[in-house]
């Protein structure tokens, strides 16, 4: 993807800044913390195993990045309306 933000790109940067905790990724996804969690630790399906690779670890606290989960999220849209 360019360098070009993205719609769902700036909504993440406006309502949770360049990193969101685990509780900020649950309210975008509409989950609970502990049900993404065990979704990213099984890891059964495509769309959780590339949610778990946006972690970051800032000292002993984890976080996602909302340049690659905004291009996830984008990238999982354009595949459901192909169908």
């Given at each position: 993807?360019?360098?070009?933000?993205?719609?769902?790109?700036?909504?993440?940067?406006?309502?949770?800044?360049?990193?969101?905790?685990?509780?900020?990724?649950?309210?975008?996804?509409?989950?609970?913390?502990?049900?993404?969690?065990?979704?990213?630790?099984?890891?059964?399906?495509?769309?959780?195993?590339?949610?778990?690779?946006?972690?970051?670890r800032?000292?002993?606290?984890?976080?996602?990045?909302?340049?690659?989960?905004?291009?996830?999220?984008?990238?999982?849209?354009?595949?459901?309306?192909?169908?």
């Amino acid at each position: 993807m360019s360098d070009q933000i993205t719609a769902t790109h700036q909504y993440l940067l406006t309502n949770y800044g360049p990193l969101l905790t685990l509780k900020h990724l649950a309210e975008v996804l509409h989950s609970t913390p502990s049900g993404l969690r065990m979704a990213m630790h099984r890891k059964r399906e495509p769309f959780t195993c590339a949610l778990a690779g946006t972690r970051r670890r800032v000292g002993r606290r984890i976080f996602f990045e909302a340049k690659r989960l905004a291009e996830l999220i984008d990238q999982d849209k354009d595949d459901v309306s192909s169908q």
